[in-house]
């Protein structure tokens, strides 16, 4: 796993080559493998400066977690921290020059692996991405990345890198500060040992007894100025959920005022608290393992040949419609975009003109390539076009009559094996493929809106849904890039059910007489993006209604009115607040100025006399989500609860701190979610009423993942 060889000119070359991975990771044999090539190069007198390298084509990704705190004790952690960091501080004081040569990908502690070399070269390669990202994990980089990159660049520079886990390619990282040199790739070792050859001083600018801190110490104004702002920017930003950045600022407040040996233990004790907290083991679990997974198809139904897209349509030319065609002509597939104008088909079109000339401007895209996706997208009003597709997606009006339309037209062209697919949000699959003549051909694929950037696609899976055709839309996804979670069919699937739960909660809280900027702050604070209210202004009430109307005529007499709904049409029907579309809600959006809570709500909506604890309001928001759920995995609708997991966290931004609304369970603990959701349901209604399986599994002391978690392969 680690190279070493020395060259005729006395320069060793310690190349990172982890064969059984596709990219190199930190694991306990790794580092300890390094450990000793190191103490090799330093030992050996023949051995005049050292070149760390990657016989791959990325330098490397960072920890694997899962290796290391298989068994997250404190004293195992702390140590293992402090371990790596005596490893660098070899490198550093050994008094033989350490270069770093990063031929791509340079993350987390890899990147800190480079910040103890004494000169740092990158390789011109313009999808390499050079940082320490750990923060989006709920860690801090517990190799020394806190205290040598503020060291290096100045507080004012490395704050927002490590608070915000920023990635910059080569060009950026060298203006920033992160690499001393951007080289060809082909040049890249051979650069590495020129700047050997001048015979640099192998000391680090911190072990200089000269040496100043970028900006000045720590209680300089101007220093003083950079903490306080930062400090102010963390609140904001991100309302006090995340133990992480808080952890990051104060290790570099405390570390920068010690000696490196004292910072180093400084952060090592930070980094253990962070590893060891809930929030860490939840995102760990959920955003780097549930993802991963998701995206590498783990649940792709097997012995299903890879689908290989050409061509697909797309019925609809709409904003859904249209990012739904930029997206897979971006990822190389042609797109007939058929709508009933030829000018709606061609405005569709123009979403696209307007996103790629965005790139081009900005130079991620260059002109030839620009014109090269758009001549991928044909605008149509001819259902003939749709000939020789290898896939069909509906994005039309959520009307079974146009929905049921286009599905007979469309079968009437395309070959017999192709798919259709439809993306309605709410209406039942299984119901929308009795207009197919191949049921076992249709399935449901739900985007989120803006496409283009929403990464999340919840496939639907109708009750005669072939398990080829799930494969298949599978692999679609994968190649335009998004992340999927399969679903089985049920009214609101899983995403728009649970997400509806959040905004109605919302909504009763307001009709019960909650004050809206209590609600509203409390879903921030709670994780949420938005409150409650701003969401629903987003989606737009009027669609919320229509929805609610459907549901009602689908269901006749079944039909239960929930507590959100008298707000809901009271804004709608009475007052004719539909939402930020119409610069009107339960926010007021004055032209040029910023969005507020509207006035007026105080007079159509009472105000109690006794407004509840921020806390409950908090655990109304997130409980309520949870506990739908639940139902949808006892009701069979969500089958994993790392798909629940992924959903909630890319489909509608639930709290990322919490890894998710079923880990939110797991970290609460079963049985104590139970006790609390039943003193929920007697105070606020059944909407909070724990189901059977959730009973069960708090009577048996379970959990919905193992005890000790699903630890990421890297971060």
């Known amino acids: 796993m680690i190279d070493y060889s020395v060259d005729g000119e006395g320069f060793a070359v310690i190349s990172w080559n982890m064969a059984d991975r596709s990219m190199n990771v930190l694991t306990t044999d790794s580092i300890a493998a390094f450990d000793a090539a190191v103490d090799k190069a330093i030992a050996d007198p023949a051995v005049k400066g050292v070149v760390v390298a990657s016989a791959k084509r990325d330098f490397g990704a960072g920890a694997d977690l899962g290796s290391m705190f298989n068994e997250p004790k404190a004293k195992d952690i702390y140590e293992g921290s402090l371990r790596i960091g005596r490893i660098f501080r070899k490198m550093e004081t050994g008094k033989k020059p350490f270069v770093a040569a990063l031929p791509g990908t340079a993350l987390g502690g890899f990147y800190e692996v480079a910040l103890a070399c004494h000169r740092r070269i990158a390789a011109d390669n313009p999808k390499a991405l050079i940082g320490l990202p750990e923060v989006t994990v709920g860690l801090l980089p517990g190799a020394g990345g806190t205290q040598r990159l503020p060291r290096m660049v100045g507080a004012r520079s490395a704050l927002p890198l490590l608070m915000e886990g920023k990635k910059v390619e080569p060009k950026e990282a060298l203006k920033l500060g992160l690499v001393d040199e951007v080289v060809a790739p082909g040049e890249l ?8 050859r001048t015979n640099p001083p192998a000391v680090q600018p911190w072990d200089k007894p000269d040496y100043k801190l970028p900006g000045g110490p720590v209680w300089s104004p101007g220093s003083a100025q950079v903490f306080a702002g930062a400090t102010a920017m963390l609140r904001s930003k991100s309302w006090g959920v995340y133990p992480a950045p808080k952890a990051i600022l104060s290790a570099v407040y405390e570390g920068l005022q010690v000696p490196l ?42 012995d299903v040949p890879e689908q290989r897209y050409g061509k697909i349509g797309v019925l609809g030319a709409g904003m859904m419609g249209a990012g739904i065609a930029y997206v897979s002509a971006i990822a190389g597939i042609d797109v007939v975009l058929l709508d009933t104008s030829a000018e709606g088909a061609e405005k569709g079109k123009g979403y696209s003109v307007k996103l790629l000339d ?23 009003t001819d259902f003939a076009d749709l000939a020789g597709c290898d896939m069909v997606i509906e994005a039309v009006f959520e009307n079974r009559g146009i929905k ?47 496409v283009d950037r929403m990464p999340l696609v919840e496939i639907i899976r109708g009750k005669k849904t072939s398990d080829a055709t799930l494969a298949r839309a599978m692999d679609y996804v994968k190649r335009i890039r998004k992340t999927p979670i399969v679903v089985n069919d049920s009214r609101g699937f899983f995403t728009s059910r649970v997400f509806g739960t959040y905004v109605g909660e919302g909504l009763a809280m307001l009709d019960e007489g909650i004050a809206p900027a209590l609600i509203e702050n409390a879903g921030r604070i709670a994780g949420m993006p938005v409150g409650p209210l701003a969401l629903a202004d987003e989606v737009s009430l009027d669609l919320m209604h229509k929805v609610r109307k459907q549901t009602r005529e689908d269901l006749g007499n079944k039909y239960k009115a929930g507590p959100s709904d008298g707000a809901l049409t009271k804004m709608v029907d009475q007052l004719g607040r539909i939402g930020k579309k119409a610069g009107k809600g339960f926010y007021s959006y004055p032209e040029g100025g910023k969005k507020h809570l509207w006035p007026d709500l105080g007079k159509h909506f009472k105000r109690a006399k006794k407004q509840p ?21 006892q ?55 724990p189901p059977k399986l959730l009973k069960d599994m708090a009577k048996s002391g379970a959990s919905f993942y193992p005890s000790r978690g699903q630890q990421a392969e890297a971060a």
């Open 189 to 196: 070792v051979e650069k590495a040992k020129a700047w050997l």
């Open 261 to 302: 040996e004292a910072a180093l233990r400084i952060e090592a004790r930070y980094f253990t608290g962070l590893a060891l907290s809930p929030e860490a083991k939840g995102m760990i679990r959920t955003l780097f393992h549930g993802i991963g997974d998701a995206n590498k198809l783990k649940r792709r139904p097997k």
């Open 613 to 633: 604890s921020l806390q409950e309001v908090i655990k109304r928001l997130l409980y309520v989500q949870s506990v739908e759920t639940i139902r949808c995995m």
């Open 404 to 450: 049921a339309d286009v599905t007979k037209k469309s079968e009437a062209v395309i070959a017999a094996g192709a798919i259709f697919a439809s993306n309605t949000s709410t209406l039942p699959i299984t119901g929308l493929a009795e207009a197919s003549s191949r049921p076992e051909n249709f399935i449901g694929l739900h985007f989120f809106s803006p």
């Open 635 to 689: 009701e069979n609708v969500v089958t994993n609860p790392q798909d629940a997991d992924v959903g909630s966290i890319l489909g509608w931004g639930f709290s990322p701190a919490k890894g998710g609304v079923i880990s939110m369970v797991d970290g609460v603990g079963t049985a104590t979610f139970l006790k609390e959701c039943q003193a929920l349901a007697k105070k606020h209604g059944d909407r909070f009423e």
């Open 358 to 380: 965005g790139r081009v401007q900005k130079g991620r895209m260059s002109a030839a390539e620009r014109d090269a996706t758009l001549a991928r997208i044909k605008p149509t």
